[in-house]
């Protein structure tokens, strides 16, 4: 994995000063080569200093930082007839006998509109930007499982895979790239365009036989489709149903599973962890941190989410933590359950959405989270597993099954305004391939809760004397304090 960057000059002036910045922005230890291209020059080295001196003069200029996943990945940006590319993520395809990057050539040498195909017609978690005279084209996958961001001044307009890359070189206003959109850049800004998006559509009558038979068949195939290839593969595992479905069905298409586990020491969940990675009869990998290791990463978690959101930092230090560990131990890719809960209601405000305003609300509000999912978790984890050179995939995250979960009645999701289990379709599915009665009917606990990492964020910031937002914003301040003020 790497991250990529992409600049346009309003004023029609040399931009090779910013895009070099924004890859030193985004540099990291574990990058093996450096890559800028205009749309009719590719220049590609081993350092950034190398790549400075050797950078192409361009009013557009993409960039790209390499480092190696699998054995197919090389370095970028690539040349095709009509311009350059960058590309970073994975399109899943069982028939594929080549790589990502080289099925995006074959594409792009056919046509450039078939950079717009790549979201309407492929499955997968990807980003790509495409340099040609005068102007940038780039696209996201339906769901946003990739980050790209964008943001113009009144000199540039720029992406990139990270907001700081942004705000180095002037652009303080940054938003996340729209999910299923192809965008044209040149000097006169940002033109969306939607190509695959997901739609509120009015739910379907079916029965729970129905519902959890489509359901189980397009979890299956996602699965095998991000296993695919691998010898072996890790799993961010905390006993629950989401990531205990994902191991077993991992397990049961071939691939060596390992089981990884953190929180903070003296945790009751821990017990329950053990249990269920014994029923599953999968390697189980525990690793327990001091509540002076959250004081430590919390700023290192904060640089690399580019954020204050408490949830989310609270939910990024077991993140970090856990892909800290399988990049230690040499795994290259990683599967979790991020989705489930908004796919199938697996949140409790859900259930006071219900009480409150009734079913019809419920349903749009779960859609919302759904459509919002790349911003509310996709990018934070994204971003903290490309950090460690870890490939995140997620299962549960396609377009078929968001679209399958959007048309389900809300009673396959949650019985009832009083059900506290919820994700009774997905229960219904764990059952079915075996799961124990202790994993398909555990409650669910939020990972900041379970591993106790918000409540020592609450601590920390009580000792210092401030809220909990107000600590994470004075510790992002200073973060942050050469690129934000």
Known sequence: MGAITAVVSKKNENVAKKAVTML??????????????????????????????????????????????????????????????????????????????EFVTEKLNQNLENAEALIKDFEGEF???????????????????????????????????????LWKIGIKQVYS??????ANVDKHGFKFKPAKTLVHA?????????????????????????????????????????????????????????LISVSLKNQPEIEHVKKAAEVLNLPLHIHLYSEKAVEEVLPQVLWLIEETNPVKTSIGIPVFWTVKEASRMGFRVMLAGQGADELFGGYKRYLNDY???????????????????????????????????????????????????????LQLKIESPNDMLRK????????????PRFIVKKPKRAIQYATGVNRVIKKLAKKEGYSTREYLQKTFQTVFKDMIT
């Not at 400075?52 to 690539?78: C, N, R, T, W």
């Not at 040349?79 to 990502?100: A, D, P």
């Not at 696209?139 to 499982?145: A, K």
């Not at 009774?424 to 799961?435: S, Y």
């Open 355 to 409: 009480l409150r305003y009734g079913e019809e609300i419920v349903q749009k509000t779960i859609f919302n989270d759904i459509a919002g999912m790349y911003e509310n978790n996709f990018e934070r984890d994204s971003k903290i597993c490309n950090f460690h050179n870890v490939e995140l995939r997620l299962p549960f995250a396609t377009y078929q099954l968001a679209k399958l979960a959007a048309s389900l009645p």
């Open 424 to 435: 009774t379709v997905l229960r219904k599915v764990a059952e079915d391939i075996g799961l």
């Open 177 to 182: 790239f729209p999910p299923g959109h192809i």
């Open 24 to 101: 030193k922005t985004l540099k990291h230890k574990r990058a093996e080569t450096f890559g800028l291209a205009s749309p009719t020059t590719v220049t590609i080295r081993k350092s950034i200093g190398d790549l400075q001196d050797k950078a192409p003069s361009s009013s557009v200029l993409i960039g790209h930082i390499f480092s190696k996943i699998l054995m197919s990945d090389i370095p970028q940006p690539i040349k095709f007839h009509e311009g350059t590319f960058v590309f970073e993520g994975r399109i899943y395809s069982l028939n594929m006998e080549f790589s990502s990057v």
């Open 202 to 258: 009015k739910t379907k009558q079916t029965t729970m036989q129905a519902a959890t038979k489509k359901l189980s068949s397009l979890l299956q195939k996602s699965v095998k489709h991000r296993v695919l290839g691998l010898k072996e593969v890790a799993v961010a595992f905390s006993g629950g149903l989401d990531s205990s479905i994902i191991a077993s069905l991992a397990k049961k298409f071939g691939v060596e599973v390992h």
């Open 127 to 165: 980003v790509f930007v495409v340099a040609e005279s005068g102007r940038l084209v780039a696209g996201r996958d339906s769901l946003g499982l990739y980050p790209l961001y964008y943001g113009e001044n009144t000199d540039l307009s720029a992406l990139a895979s990270e907001r700081k890359a």
